[in-house]
């Protein structure tokens, strides 16, 4: 059983406020993954990471079954306390083990949490594990930075982060290449004190993330730029990558 990270286990009531990408970006999100489900065989969803719901609740309420597994029973108890957040099947695991025994038509991984697991071969396990869950023709979404724009940003210095509630977050990344490794430090400004969350990440290069996918027996069938389904392109700093176990 993996530990939580700490971010989950200290602040999971603040998470929604601190740390939710835009409403915009959680809409685009959900719609592109409504949408893929349209072209995966029929079944329930699984999210890996669930954390508070931010993508799972609204999946559901589109029709979904969603299934979800998070470390942090924390991070989970926000979910289970919103609208709908009864309805939905969550296990507490590591999903770098995917212990589910259903299949699934879609498993997804957002906000760039597949690289919280820590070492390559967490993340070539957790393709393994996921690949034995799908349907056939079932598809594996998941995003991530691209490695040269967590170095640039590395390289920016402290900047500033737009939190839900408006609260002040400033965000500094230290990036270690020898170990593929990247460390962000979040100073959230709440209530007149400074709190620090520090959460640790191994990145991987898409192509990288490639291999792991065919050792496990998927294949890519399209990258998006983003969520909003924006070509990938010279210009992209995230991807957001559709792997397919063959029908
Ligand atoms: C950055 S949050 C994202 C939550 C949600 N996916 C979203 O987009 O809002 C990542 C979540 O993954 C969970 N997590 C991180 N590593 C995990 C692991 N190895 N197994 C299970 N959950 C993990 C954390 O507890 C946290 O709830």
Redesign the pocket.
């Given at each position: 059983m993996?530990t939580?990270?700490g971010y989950?286990t200290d602040f999971a009531d603040r998470y929604d406020e601190w740390?939710?990408p835009t409403t915009a970006t959680t809409d685009a999100t959900v719609a592109l993954l409504s949408r893929l489900t349209g072209s995966a065989p029929p079944g329930p969803v699984l999210?890996?990471?669930?954390?508070?719901g931010?993508?799972a609740l609204p999946l559901a309420a589109r029709g979904h079954q969603v299934h979800g597994?998070?470390?942090?029973k924390t991070?989970v108890e926000q979910l289970r306390a919103k609208p709908g957040g009864e309805q939905l099947t969550i296990r507490i695991?590591?999903?770098?083990e995917v212990e589910q025994e259903e299949e699934f038509a879609l498993v997804y991984?957002?906000?760039?949490?597949f690289f919280?697991?820590a070492s390559q071969q967490?993340q070539l396990r957790c393709f393994a594990r996921v690949a034995r869950r799908l349907r056939p023709g079932g598809l594996f979404v998941l995003d991530a930075h691209l490695p040269e724009a967590l170095a640039a940003s590395a390289a920016a210095g402290a900047q500033p982060v737009t939190s839900a509630n408006g609260a002040p977050v400033l965000r500094t990344r230290r990036i270690h290449p020898a170990a593929q490794r990247y460390v962000s430090d979040y100073l959230v400004l709440d209530e007149g004190l400074f709190r620090h969350v520090r959460v640790a990440f191994r990145y991987a290069a898409p192509g990288e993330l490639d291999l792991m996918a065919v050792a496990a027996g998927l294949r890519l069938r399209e990258r998006f730029g983003g969520w909003s389904g924006a070509p990938f392109d010279d210009t992209s700093t995230w991807h957001v990558s559709v792997y397919e176990l063959p029908a």
């Open positions: 993996t939580a990270p989950a740390f939710t999210e890996l990471g669930v954390g508070t931010r993508v597994i998070d470390a942090a991070m695991g590591d999903f770098a991984v957002a906000n760039g949490s919280e697991l967490d």
